[in-house]
């Protein structure tokens, strides 16, 4: 018998990403609906959200054994954004000023359209934001910025958004 081929999801239009300021992290529909909340998913380009997990190695050495052991060790997470600015509503820029810190909020696989809601898996991010740092103009191109956000605690990963 043919093993099941897993159905895919598309990504356009399927991940919503939203910035949250203060320091308390929002796990609750309420916290993520409140009016600081800035939804800054279409203001990224195409490339702006690149998510980096570094991991490093534990080198484990025997005595006489030829083979070098290893495991896992540390990890080191970096964001770096990239989005439009210039337009008169700007969100990404306002929101994101350098040492604002708060939360970057990921939601995968289900249309942007959807409101939050209680039960959705998330990812959430504790973030201090870089400085903005203006690209150089492209021809035939938009204006953007790019900017490093450092994580500062631990991401909550897989998240079950909770009700209050």
Do not use: H
């Not at 910035?19 to 600081?36: C, K, N, W």
């Not at 005595?63 to 008169?88: A, H, K, M, N, W």
């Not at 409101?115 to 690209?135: L, M, N, S």
């Amino acid at each position: 018998m043919r093993e099941l081929i897993e159905e895919s999801v598309g990504s356009d239009d399927t991940l919503r990403v939203a910035f949250v300021p203060g320091t308390v992290m929002p796990t609750t529909l309420t916290a993520l609906t409140a009016v600081t909340t800035k939804a800054i998913t279409y203001s990224l380009t195409p490339s702006g959200l690149a998510r980096a997990i570094t991991e490093n190695k534990i080198t484990d050495e025997r005595l006489s054994l030829g083979q070098v052991l290893s495991r896992p060790g540390t990890t080191e997470e970096g964001i770096d954004l990239q989005y439009v600015f210039g337009g008169d509503s700007e969100v990404a820029r306002v929101a994101l000023k350098k040492g604002t810190k708060g939360f970057l909020v990921l939601r995968y696989a289900l249309d942007n359209d959807d409101d939050w809601a209680v039960g959705d898996v998330v990812d959430i991010i504790p973030v201090t934001c870089g400085r903005q740092r203006k690209d150089p103009p492209t021809k035939n191109g938009v204006w953007t910025i790019t900017q490093s956000c450092y994580v500062t605690g631990v991401p909550e990963e897989d998240f079950v958004l909770l009700a209050a």
